[in-house]
């Protein structure tokens, strides 16, 4: 799942027209994301093992040896297969550095789409099609990057990782991060990696207003809640109805504010927006800031859905069921209330929460698992922050960079309690129009190509490479 930064002033902005023309490295690098995007790996009918050999393949015509290429396959899943692929360096005192980037995509139906989502398709400056935003833009860029290096004849001091994994998206059989931490931790071994996740904010008029550079998420946790009764013929109503009672305890779920926290991170993010942001908007934050209990100020802030996400826990009714027959009272009513938490929140508080926010409606709260585990946000060190922003100033001359939470999850969840500290890139620019698990699903050609372009200049100084 890629997040975006947003702030309410950016209105839906595109990004300048494609390039007039390619560079030779570009149309290499097109025909690679064109056969990744091509390659469908959804969880219905897809194949992330057919995807992940179609990526060793190309390293390995690049160079790369069999050794160094490790195409795994979870017992009994033969679909759900990824691909490590590693670039040993020369200091053996220095740890490897992780490229994650998952293959997976969610489900995309034909006749739902303008395009076909599996056929890479260029118009009007963006390329179409399912997974060109989520993942396989960054999937992609990791590929090609090792391609280039190898075929530049590079030496890495710091050994370089490409972990292309599967399962990451809702509804997965198995999620290969997992299975590696479980199973294969070895093979994973890495001081830190590079995710999805840092996406920047762009001005009305198209051009860069900040860059986002992701560290930390909130953590998701589902709860039921359940309305039960002995039911009867509906021809005799009752007071006491399972689906009324239900309905009692969302509607005052949904109203419902969790208290505002911060974190380093989210501190810096907002501090830093509070500087560039004008308006009432940018005042606002800066008071919040100051004072998590200004309620005027939260009133403004919130108003962009995703600031008031990332200042507090949100938990929202996903799904609904109920009743067993047309012409029978209910004897069971419930649903899935889906919650994404503040990192320093405890789940069972959250619970406790909640069952004050219902108050006397007849139902009962569960926590659903699994109980997923709640991570500190990385620390932000010169190391991984400071060389982002060093690069990124060349790439983005006083365009600054801004850390941010992710509002929802990533394969990071897994990673960072395994001791992997995991970010989120800069280099993407947030557009409304990207629709990452919507239809129509795509990404700007000239900001994919500067995104490329970045990341490889990074990952050539995380890795020593001159």
């Known amino acids: 799942m890629r997040h975006l930064l947003t702030a309410a002033l950016l209105a839906a902005t595109a990004i300048s027209p494609a390039l007039a023309a390619d560079r030779p490295d570009q149309t290499a690098f097109r025909a690679l994301y064109k056969e990744l995007v091509e390659t469908n790996t959804s969880h219905s009918i897809g194949d992330c093992t057919l995807a992940a050999n179609r990526m060793a393949a190309r390293l390995k015509a690049a160079g790369f040896a069999d050794a160094e290429l490790n195409v795994f396959v979870p017992e009994g899943l033969p679909l759900d297969g990824g691909l490590i692929a590693t670039f040993a360096g020369s200091d053996a005192k220095k740890g490897a550095v992780m490229l994650l980037a998952h293959l997976d995509v969610v489900e995309a ?43 530049s004849g590079a030496k890495p001091k710091r050994t370089l990782k490409m972990v292309l994994s599967c399962g990451e998206e809702s509804m997965p059989r198995i999620n290969n991060i997992r299975w590696l931490i479980e199973k294969h931790p070895e093979w994973i071994k890495a001081d830190f990696a590079l995710n999805e996740g840092g996406s920047g904010a762009l001005k009305p008029d198209g051009s860069p207003l900040a860059l986002g550079f992701q560290a930390g998420e909130k953590v998701t946790q589902n709860f039921q809640i359940e309305a039960t009764n002995p039911g009867g013929h509906s021809s005799v109503p009752r007071p006491d109805n399972a689906i009324t009672a239900l309905a009692t305890a969302l509607a005052r779920i949904g109203p419902y504010e969790f208290p ?35 309620k005027e100020a939260d009133a403004i802030v919130s108003k962009d859905p995703r600031f008031h996400s990332m200042l507090r826990t949100t938990c929202v009714a996903t799904l609904l069921e109920g009743g067993h027959a047309i012409n029978a009272l209910p004897q069971r009513a419930r649903a899935s209330v889906n919650c994404r938490m503040f990192p320093s929140d405890d789940p069972k508080d959250i619970q ?27 620390p932000l060190t010169d190391e991984v922050f400071g060389t982002a922003t060093r690069i990124a100033a ?33 280099g993407a620019f947030s557009e409304p129009g990207t629709n990452a698990h919507g239809l129509n699903e795509r990404i700007s050609v000239k900001g994919l190509m500067a995104e490329r372009d970045y990341l490889f200049d990074l990952v050539k100084a995380y890795a020593g490479v001159k």
Not at 262 to 280: D, K, Q
Not at 405 to 421: C, E, H, N, V, Y
């Open 394 to 426: 060349k790439h983005w001359p006083g365009v600054p960079i801004v850390p941010t939470m992710s509002t929802g999850a990533t394969d990071g969840r897994f990673l960072i309690p395994a001791g992997i500290p995991t970010y989120g890139v800069p």
């Open 260 to 294: 505002i926290r911060f974190n380093e991170v989210t501190r810096g993010t907002f501090t830093a927006l509070a500087g560039i942001t004008p308006g009432p908007m940018g005042a606002a934050m800066k008071r919040l800031v100051a004072n998590p209990d200004d």
């Open 109 to 151: 139906r034909r006749e739902d789409w303008t395009r076909d989502p599996f056929t890479l398709i260029e118009e009007g400056g963006y390329f179409y099609g399912r997974g060109t935003a989520d993942d396989k833009a960054q999937a992609a860029i990791w590929t090609d990057t090792l391609v280039r290096l190898k075929a």
């Open 352 to 378: 406790a929460q909640l069952e004050r926010a219902i108050g006397d409606a007849p139902v009962k709260v569960t926590t659903l698992p699994p109980v997923n585990p709640v991570n500190p946000p990385p």
